[in-house]
């Protein structure tokens, strides 16, 4: 169902590059209660660098230490009593991170309906605060190291190669500022993503 666990050297390269490559791999999460996954569908990139709309803009703090590195750790933060999760990238100290919109559920199907406390499949893991609560993902996994395959990980998708998958970019969604940047990404045609498809351009 999932291949190999994606290396430091995946993430150790620019953002935006990561953030468009991380569509279509399978987010793993291993708990007491079972294994779930699901396959990455919307991605938003956050800068390393005069992005305003970057948790690390105003320089580190406690609460966003983990987006300092090193690349491949899990940075998760709370909002609004829920939480939503990045990937950290490129090297240590640029901190520059990717938010993992959506995914389209895989396995562990009825354990995100029980967390979610929905049947709907399509609202599973349709936005970050959802994705994190059927993947029961909080504030501890924050600086989780993402390349060991345990807990939480992400890996590619063994079908990846004869997977057709385009990808169209958007403005990111739910930001304050650099509101007309178009850093979202996310697989045209998918009925997991989330939010407003207001297109900007297409990448095949």
Known sequence: MFGDTLPQSFYNR????????LLG???????RDGR???????TEAYLAAEDSAS???????????????????????????????NAV??????????LIRAVEPIAGIEIMRRRRDTDRLLDLCRGPARLCE???????????NMTRSTRLWIANDDFSSTRDIRITTSVRIGVTSAQESPLRYFIDG???????????????
Not at 36 to 42: A, P
Not at 134 to 144: H, K, Y
């Open 36 to 42: 779930c996954t699901g396959r990455i569908v919307e």
């Open 134 to 144: 059927a993947f029961a993902v909080d504030r501890c996994l924050d600086g989780w």
């Open 89 to 98: 990238t490129e090297e240590r100290g640029r901190a520059s991170a990717v």
């Open 25 to 31: 791999k399978i987010v793993v999460r291993r708990t």
């Open 55 to 85: 948790h690390s803009f105003r320089g580190p703090t406690k609460k966003n230490a983990t987006m300092f590195g090193p690349p491949g750790l899990a940075y998760v933060y709370p909002i609004h009593s829920r939480h939503c999760m």
């Open 14 to 21: 620019d953002v935006t590059r990561v953030a468009q490559d």
């Open 190 to 204: 998918s009925p997991f993503v989330s939010g407003l498809k207001r297109l900007h351009s297409t990448r095949p």
